[in-house]
């Protein structure tokens, strides 16, 4: 007599499609956290031919066309901006300021807040802009 010896199958597990999904979740994630920034805050920053680009990663001031004041996208006041930047570099350490301003903010009022800045602590102010399409003739 002979006995035919049993073929074990292994069990195979298709991942194919939990793979697609994953990359499809993936994509979606990345492109959504790109606008994520602020918001809440409208903004129009001016535009420069010659700046560099760059991630950045430190204390944000805003202010917005008509006057309004937000630091790291929540509302601060005038009369209050020096104690609330000096409580943020005493919980950050981070002496650096980005100061993002609308372009139709007065000239006067952006002095006005830098001096704030530089007398509540901070040593180093940017001011962020955005890149003007070249145009070559």
């Given at each position: 007599m002979q006995f035919r010896k049993k073929q074990y199958i292994k069990p195979v597990i298709n991942i194919t499609s939990l793979v697609d999904v994953i990359f499809i979740l993936l994509l979606f994630f990345m492109v959504t956290a790109s606008f994520v920034e602020q918001p809440n805050?409208?903004?129009?920053?001016?535009s420069t031919r010659h700046s560099e680009v760059s991630k950045i990663e430190n204390t944000v001031l805003t202010i917005a066309r008509d006057g309004q004041l937000f630091l790291q996208s929540k509302p601060v006041d005038k009369e209050t901006l020096k104690k609330e930047l000096r409580r943020v570099i005493l919980d950050t350490g981070d002496e650096v300021?980005?100061?993002k301003a609308d372009k139709f903010v007065p000239y006067?009022?952006?002095?006005?807040?830098?001096?704030?800045v530089k007398g509540a602590g901070f040593r180093k102010?940017?001011?962020p802009t955005i890149m003007e399409e070249k145009v070559d003739k």
């Open positions: 805050i409208k903004l129009e920053l001016p300021l980005v100061l006067g009022v952006v002095v006005d807040i830098i001096d704030a102010v940017i001011a």
